[in-house]
């Protein structure tokens, strides 16, 4: 009976993706060039089935480890990559290189404004927050406001692609490489480091492509390409990518060591992330048409450049939050009959809630929507491995909502 409610509300929304196939073809020959930049990286690397084996131990002379971290700096374009499951998390890995770019005494300069919750409680527990400053990511970034504005030379430089949780725009790649480019002019010594989380193959270029000295993101989103079980990866110069490992593993120790299971998932994850990423997009997109053709606010709007796989819903109400992150929890394929409730999170000051009926627990590869209960009572999409899927999860919503459609 549901499901057959919900594909009637899914034809309903025909007229609507009928609109908006000049901006779908637009996400496919992104994919298109993003796939072909994966499928390179595997050739040069002569990625093989032995790669994909487990190690056990330390963990030496683990080759499948070695090449997938060439893959990923041929993809991402760095001179090296450190890919590894045993990042815990993003701000995990983000961490790793921030701590090992920061000379003793150095200040970090944000110029995307104030960092998502997790990081800026990282920075704060640091100890860092005497030695931060920060340009909103409104503010257009010259060398001329960076000579006037900040104060201390900074050691690194940190920008966020994503808005994440946040009121703010995301960057696109062309936008950070203007802040690079200005960064180099005035602080030449500092390190750029981009917290590159929901933006890997939304566009062509990624922030080393412009001019960033790390990259940083989570397997467990876009690259993971929802197989990936968890992870991060680092992308950059090659003496930071291994002094990162320094940071993660022991001084002196390095990118040598650390036992990694069974690495197919995280080879296929890349392979089919572009795709993966394309059909999530595609999700936004029409996510996006649909609830500002309702009269919400919505950002980024359909037709707007998108860098992310994020997608801002301004639904003004509690209950409309919650409503919302119910429906599409019922929708999941797993743990569908689960009710979510808002709750306190470790690293976010406000209760949240989540709907993430996901393969890979917390995984925002996957469709998931999340909101921190306070106002103005937005909430965000992210996510999806099938555009069906994520159409499916809408018309449930709608459904759910009582919007007319
Ligand atoms: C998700 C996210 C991260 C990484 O967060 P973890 O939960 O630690 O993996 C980093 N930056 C942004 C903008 C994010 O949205």
Same mark, same amino acid.
């Given at each position: 009976?549901?499901?057959?409610?919900?594909?009637?509300?899914?034809?309903? =929304?025909?007229?609507?993706?009928?609109?908006?196939?000049?901006?779908?073809?637009?996400?496919?020959?992104?994919?298109?060039?993003?796939?072909?930049?994966?499928?390179?990286?595997?050739?040069?690397?002569?990625?093989?089935?032995?790669?994909?084996?487990?190690?056990?131990?330390?963990?030496?002379?683990?080759?499948?480890?070695?090449?997938?971290?060439?893959?990923?700096?041929?993809?991402?374009?760095?001179?090296?990559?450190?890919?590894?499951?045993?990042?815990?998390s993003g701000t995990h890995t983000i961490w790793?290189g921030l701590?090992?770019?920061?000379?003793?005494?150095?200040?970090?300069?944000s110029l995307s404004g104030?960092p998502y919750?997790t990081l800026w409680?990282c920075?704060?527990?640091?100890?860092?927050?005497?030695?931060?400053?920060?340009?909103?990511?409104?503010?257009?970034? @010259?060398?001329?406001?960076?000579?006037?504005?900040?104060?201390?030379?900074?050691?690194v430089v940190f920008i966020q692609r994503s808005r994440g949780?946040g009121?703010?725009?995301s960057l696109?790649?062309?936008?950070i490489?203007?802040?690079?480019?200005?960064?180099?002019?005035?602080?030449?010594?500092?390190?750029v480091l981009v917290d590159n989380c929901y933006g890997e193959?939304?566009?062509?270029?990624?922030p080393?492509?412009?001019?960033a000295?790390l990259t940083a993101g989570s397997?467990?989103k876009?690259?993971?390409?929802?197989?990936?079980?968890?992870?991060g990866y680092l992308?950059?110069?090659?003496?930071?990518?291994?002094?990162?490992?320094?940071? =993660?593993?022991?001084?002196?120790?390095?990118?040598?060591?650390?036992?990694?299971?069974?690495?197919?998932?995280?080879?296929?994850?890349?392979?089919?992330?572009?795709?993966?990423?394309?059909?999530?997009?595609?999700?936004?997109?029409?996510?996006?048409?649909?609830?500002?053709?309702?009269?919400?606010?919505? @950002?980024?709007?359909?037709?707007?450049?998108?860098?992310d796989?994020?997608?801002?819903?301004?639904?003004?109400?509690?209950?409309?939050?919650?409503?919302?992150?119910?429906?599409?929890? @019922?929708?999941?394929?797993?743990?569908?009959?689960?009710?979510?409730?808002?709750?306190?999170?470790?690293?976010?000051?406000?209760?949240?809630?989540?709907?993430?009926?996901?393969?890979?627990?917390?995984?925002?590869?996957?469709? @998931?929507?999340?909101?921190?209960?306070?106002?103005?009572?937005?909430?965000?999409?992210?996510?999806?491995?099938?555009?069906?899927?994520?159409?499916?999860?809408?018309?449930?919503?709608?459904?759910? =909502?009582?919007?007319?459609?």
């Open positions: 009976m549901r499901l057959e409610e919900m594909l009637k509300t899914c034809h309903k =929304l025909e007229y609507l993706e009928e609109s908006l196939q000049p901006l779908f073809q637009k996400t496919r020959e992104i994919a298109l060039v993003n796939q072909a930049k994966v499928l390179a990286a595997f050739w040069e690397n002569r990625v093989d089935e032995t790669c994909f084996a487990a190690s056990t131990g330390y963990g030496y002379h683990d080759r499948g480890r070695e090449v997938l971290d060439e893959v990923f700096a041929g993809v991402f374009r760095g001179e090296a990559g450190l890919v590894r499951t045993h990042f815990v790793c701590a090992a770019s920061l000379k003793p005494g150095a200040s970090v300069l104030r919750d409680k920075l704060l527990r640091a100890g860092l927050s005497e030695r931060y400053e920060e340009i909103d990511v409104d503010t257009p970034v @010259s060398p001329g406001i960076l000579k006037s504005r900040v104060k201390e030379e900074p050691g949780y009121s703010r725009r696109s790649v062309d936008e490489g203007a802040r690079i480019a200005a960064v180099r002019e005035v602080f030449p010594d500092a390190v193959f939304v566009e062509e270029k990624e080393c492509d412009v001019g000295d397997l467990i876009n690259p993971g390409g929802g197989l990936a079980p968890c992870g992308v950059g110069r090659a003496d930071l990518v291994e002094k990162a490992a320094w940071q =993660l593993t022991a001084p002196g120790l390095g990118s040598g060591i650390g036992a990694t299971g069974d690495k197919r998932l995280l080879y296929q994850g890349l392979f089919m992330a572009p795709h993966q990423v394309a059909e999530s997009v595609r999700g936004m997109i029409l996510a996006a048409a649909l609830f500002s053709s309702l009269g919400f606010e919505v @950002s980024p709007a359909a037709g707007e450049k998108r860098t796989t994020v997608q801002a819903i301004h639904l003004g109400s509690p209950e409309l939050v919650k409503e919302f992150c119910r429906a599409v929890q @019922s929708a999941s394929p797993v743990d569908a009959h689960v009710v979510p409730e808002p709750a306190p999170m470790v690293g976010y000051s406000d209760e949240i809630i989540m709907a993430a009926g996901t393969f890979v627990a917390g995984a925002s590869s996957e469709f @998931s929507s999340d909101a921190p209960l306070r106002e103005p009572y937005t909430v965000f999409l992210q996510g999806g491995l099938s555009y069906e899927h994520i159409k499916l999860a809408l018309a449930s919503v709608i459904m759910r =909502l009582n919007l007319p459609v």
